[in-house]
């Protein structure tokens, strides 16, 4: 398993959750991290991408909300989501690539997935 995501779990409208995605060293210092979030019934999408010179971008519906950060010591990306709303309940999926933004093609490997509830 190239990434490891964990971090998902129930909350309640309001509250916060921090997702992690561990990797090998290798693929932390080369490659881009992103994460996306399919729902169920819902075409996979872009949450944020946090590039490695450190600038980052999120989806509008996150912004404000949602911030990624890398841990090096740990080759560790996070996830902290804030202010959540039952309409981030999904799948958060963590990303890797080397030439990447929002469209997901661009990442090259894929973490397993962990499920968010956001309970109303």
């Known amino acids: 398993v190239q990434l490891q995501a964990s971090g998902g779990g129930l909350v309640q409208a309001g509250g916060s959750l921090r997702l992690s995605c561990t990797t090998s060293g290798r693929i932390f210092s080369n490659y881009d991290m992103g994460w996306f979030r399919q729902a169920s019934g819902k075409e996979r999408e872009f949450v944020g991408v946090?590039?490695?010179?450190?600038?980052?971008l999120y989806a509008d519906s996150v912004k404000g909300r949602f911030t990624i950060s890398r841990d090096n010591a740990k080759n560790t990306v996070y996830l902290q989501m804030n202010s959540l709303k039952p309409e981030d309940t999904a799948v958060y999926y963590c990303a890797a690539g080397q030439v990447v933004g929002k469209n997901e093609r661009g990442y090259a490997y894929w973490g397993q997935g962990t499920l968010v509830t956001v309970s109303s």
């Open positions: 946090r590039w490695r010179g450190g600038s980052t």
